[in-house]
């Protein structure tokens, strides 16, 4: 090993990255296929390798970055030294305007459009649906007879919220009856985005195009509903906009980024939703805390979770972001180099793909070094220093920074305070194995059971 790095040294072009000490298949490759977690693989590299480093990666000769500055250096440097790229299949099922496809001009100016109904403004709310769905769904997986699979109802509950902020919540999609023919072609379109681009009708691929076309009606009639409606949701924003010369959305624009909203709002946070309950069934000891802490705001704010009594909930947020950082939703960012740059003292060439490590940057993060930066400690996030959370990125940065950062905080906080004030989780499977590509998931689909508590203002019983 020693000899192929001098020989590296001697033929590399001048600032070149180096590779990592370890090869591919010690580092990444047998890990990935045992766990099913590559992103953990690249932190592991960043660590013997340095924050960054080059190595062969799907056949190409690929940049992998990780640390603070050179993570922001890449995803700020959207349009000038890097773009965006997703695969053909993501790309197709998302559509060509959609603001994951778009970049520049076109892709700043649907963003602009979009962005009132994501504000804290609007995301404040959001609360008491969000708050109202919540409940309803934990009401509902505790009065089962049988074990809930925690992986099949938070995806159900994370659809009804996503539904509810993008098209409101007395659209058809809502209704008992016709959700479950919803949420099944909302699936099978999922199950196509990452697939090969194969467009015949028994691929997943050619599933998840006829989904679409099936969707795309729906979406149309809630388009419409929403024309005559006064219920503020996001495509009420999106059909009010209008850009800097008057030109509002057009018709092919909101059902691409109707759908582009749904794919960013419902996976992703029913992703987070599971982490937190596995940081639940690890660290028991936590959730007393966390109703120490919800006895507090309801003694202090009442019942109802207010913005004020959100953010009177430190130890909540703690959780949610020491969460996000150690199993983040998108743990890497790809992007491709439009032109020469240098980052980290290395030089990346034009049209070498980079992969920003946004698990390696948070979990690598020099701020925790001496207080075991793997370990769960949701307490970190209210030490002082915590407030300067440079390194705290799992929504991305830039201009593609996500548009719904804070709702899925708000999203995942009331989820968090509904379930410790109301309920005892019990988990059935304590050894269950986890895979993390695309996204994190428990392989047998986590099934629990919810017995009711009620937690009032004085001091939770354990």
Not at 148 to 160: F, W
Request: charged residues 20%; hydrophobic residues 45%; proline residues 9%.
């Amino acid at each position: 090993m020693v000899g192929l790095l001098m020989l590296w040294h001697f033929l590399a072009p001048p600032g070149a990255a180096p590779p990592p000490p370890r090869p591919f298949w010690i580092d990444a490759a047998i890990p990935a296929l045992i766990h099913g977690n590559l992103p953990d693989s690249t932190r592991r590299s960043h660590l013997h390798g340095g924050p960054v480093y080059v190595r062969s990666f799907l056949g190409r000769s690929t940049v992998f970055v990780s640390g603070a500055a050179n993570l922001r250096k890449v995803l700020q440097g959207e349009d000038q030294l890097v773009r965006s790229q997703w695969p053909p299949a993501t790309a197709a099922l998302l559509g060509r305007h959609s603001l994951s496809n778009l970049a520049g001009p076109d892709h700043a100016r649907l963003r602009r459009m979009m962005l009132p109904a994501f504000t804290p403004r609007a995301v404040q709310g959001y609360y008491p649906f969000i708050s109202s769905a919540t409940s309803a769904a934990l009401e509902s997986w505790c009065g089962s007879a049988d074990p809930v699979l925690a992986y099949k109802a938070v995806n159900s509950l994370a659809l009804k919220i996503a539904i509810g902020v993008i098209a409101g919540t007395t659209g058809p999609w809502m209704q008992a009856e016709a959700f479950p023919a919803f949420q099944r072609l909302v699936t099978t379109w999922l199950e196509g985005l990452f697939a090969w681009r194969i467009d015949l009708s028994w691929t997943r691929f050619g599933k998840a195009r006829k989904a679409r076309a099936a969707l795309d009606q729906m979406v149309l009639e809630s388009i419409e509903a929403s024309r005559s409606g006064t219920e503020f949701c996001a495509i009420r924003v999106m059909l009010d906009a209008r850009d800097e010369a008057g030109v509002p959305y057009s018709t092919p624009e909101l059902l691409d980024n109707v759908m582009t909203l749904l794919f960013a709002g419902h996976d992703t946070s029913a992703t987070a939703m599971l982490c937190l309950l596995e940081e639940m069934r690890k660290h028991p000891e936590g959730v007393q805390a966390l109703r120490a802490e919800q006895a507090a705001v309801i003694a202090e704010h009442g019942e109802e979770l207010t913005p004020t009594a959100l953010a009177a909930m430190p130890l909540a947020e703690g959780w949610v972001k020491e969460s996000m950082r150690r199993t983040p939703v998108v743990p890497i960012v790809p992007r491709t180099a439009i032109q020469g740059f240098e980052v980290g003292g290395f030089w990346v060439r034009p049209g070498q793909p980079v992969v920003a490590g946004l698990r390696s940057t948070m979990q690598l993060d020099p701020r925790f070094e001496g207080s075991k930066p793997l370990a769960f400690c949701p307490e970190r996030w209210m030490a002082p220093e915590a407030s300067r959370d440079a390194a705290w990125m799992p929504f991305g940065g830039g201009p593609r920074l996500c548009l719904g950062n804070l709702l899925s905080m708000a999203e995942l906080k009331i989820f968090l305070a509904l379930l410790t004030r109301r309920y005892d989780v019990e988990f059935l499977d304590h050894a269950e194995a986890w895979h993390y590509i695309p996204l994190a998931r428990p392989l047998r689909g986590m099934p629990i059971r919810l017995r009711p508590r009620h937690l009032t203002g004085k001091a939770p019983s354990a």
